[in-house]
Nanobody, 115 residues
Framework: QVQLVESGGGLVQPGGSLRLSCAAS????????MGWYRQVPGKERELVAY???????YYDDSVKDRFTISRDNAKNTVYLQMPSLKSDDTAVYYCNAFDGEYHYWGQGTQVTVSS
């Protein structure tokens, strides 16, 4: 079992920045990769960014060249740096960990971009 706890969401004006954090605990040795997903009401949850155990990264086209995913293995934490936020980035952001068999999810953190 893996437990994930997100933090760092909030309300920010367009053009502002936020950094999301996701702390993992439990069977962290089993984690292959970690990612950030987001979901808005009425839509499916979508992958925003992913980082593998070898630090290979993937970004959705909507955030490529804007967001940065990183991980600190010493702290068992993955981050999502989000500068230049737009109203379209408003969503609940979920941390995800995959151990090769199961997907684990955090509770979600709300990001609202509004003036």
């Amino acid at each position: 079992q893996v437990q994930l706890v997100e933090s760092g969401g909030g309300l920010v004006q367009p053009g502002g920045s936020l950094r999301l954090s996701c702390a993992a605990s439990g069977s962290i040795f089993s984690i292959n990769g970690m990612g950030w997903y987001r979901q808005v009401p009425g839509k499916e949850r979508e992958l925003v960014a992913y980082i593998s155990s070898e630090f290979t990264t993937y970004y959705d086209d909507s955030v490529k060249d804007r967001f940065t995913i990183s991980r600190d293995n010493a702290k068992n934490t993955v981050y999502l740096q989000m500068p230049s936020l737009k109203s379209d980035d408003t969503a609940v952001y979920y941390c995800n960990a995959f151990d090769g068999e199961y997907h684990y999810w955090g509770q979600g953190t709300q990001v609202t971009v509004s003036s």
